[in-house]
């Protein structure tokens, strides 16, 4: 498990990221969010040991991570590290060499990775002849090819197609089963369906950590409510209620002060009914409230 406790980071009179803790655990996936500028590279190049802390520090399995524990870690950078005029499976192997492997191993694995990108027939092409979405591909490569302990992703979906996005899922469900995978993204929607776990950041300070679910249960007790026949905006006139939309049937609303046995009389009561249920916020939302 990687545990970031208390870390800040100051450049000049600027903190960037202010005491921030959370924990990234085994066999969970972590989204980590925030608006540009929010710390989330800075925290991950300190997890990675790229960056020194100003103050604070990065555990793995409740001991300081190491210089020799962090080369274990896969570690997908802002900044892509890849060299532009090398062959992609010539620089994977040399990678995969670094941390250890055999050139027989180091070759396997490669074949592997670009077998599941489907790029074996651009294997000899110079990174720089791919498109970007390929070249992205050969990136996350780059950060399994060694079999990691842990995986730190920045932006790993920017720049890819659905077809590749998808792609890029099924290899970290397979790939990552079991380890602490922490990745950074804009793109809330692929967050919500890929993470277990979410730290949201806000002006470098830590504004929300949790299950997903349990962030998704916070804050109003919201309800979703059909009507069979009639309209719905007669509740907007009930007392107790915040109603945010109503569209013929059907109606969004927050309870505001009536409990839910009420509401649920009072439906009852004005007709048949096809469904009264608990809605969860999305994960747009839970952002947007948290980062206010």
Same mark, same amino acid.
């Given at each position: +498990?990687?545990?970031v406790s208390h870390l800040s980071r100051v450049f000049g009179d600027t903190t960037v990221v202010d005491d921030v803790g959370f924990s990234v655990r085994p066999g969970r996936t972590t989204g980590f969010v925030g608006?540009? @500028?929010? @710390?989330?590279?800075?925290t991950m190049r300190m997890i990675m040991g790229v960056l020194a802390p100003s103050a604070g520090q990065v555990l793995?399995? @409740?001991? %300081?991570?190491? %210089?020799?524990? #962090?080369?274990s870690f896969g570690y997908m950078p802002e900044e892509r590290g890849l060299y532009p005029r090398a062959p992609i499976a010539e620089q994977l192997v040399y990678f995969a060499r670094l941390h250890g492997m055999s050139r027989a191993q180091a070759t396997e694995r490669t074949d592997e $990775? !670009?077998?599941h990108f489907s790029l074996t027939e651009r294997a000899d092409d110079l990174l720089d002849a791919l498109s970007l979405g390929n070249q992205q591909r050969v990136q996350i490569a780059a950060? !399994? &090819? /060694?079999? %990691?302990?842990? !995986?730190?992703l920045d932006e790993p979906f920017s @720049? *890819? =197609?659905? &077809?590749? &996005?998808?792609s890029m899922v099924d290899l970290l469900s397979r790939e990552a089963a079991g380890l602490p995978l922490l990745f950074s993204s /804009?793109? $809330?929607? *692929? &967050?919500? #369906? $890929?993470?277990d776990d979410l730290v949201i950041l806000a002006g470098g300070k830590l504004v929300a950590a949790g299950a997903v679910e349990d962030l998704r249960g916070r804050g109003a007790n919201r309800y979703r409510v059909? +009507?069979? =026949?009639?309209?719905?905006?007669w509740l907007r006139d009930v007392r107790g209620l915040n109603v945010r939309d109503v569209d013929g049937t059907v109606a969004l609303l927050d309870l505001d002060g009536l409990a839910p046995a009420e509401l649920t009389r009072l439906v009852v009561d004005h007709g048949p009914v096809v469904e009264i249920a608990r809605a969860r916020p999305p994960l747009s939302e839970i952002f947007r409230e948290a980062t206010r």
């Open positions: +498990m990687i545990e608006a540009n @500028g929010a @710390g989330k590279t800075t793995w399995n @409740g001991s %300081p991570a190491t %210089p020799e524990v #962090r080369r $990775l !670009l077998a950060s !399994l &090819v /060694h079999r %990691p302990r842990a !995986l730190v @720049g *890819l =197609d659905p &077809v590749a &996005v998808d /804009h793109q $809330l929607d *692929l &967050v919500e #369906r $890929l993470c059909e +009507m069979q =026949d009639s309209d719905a905006a």
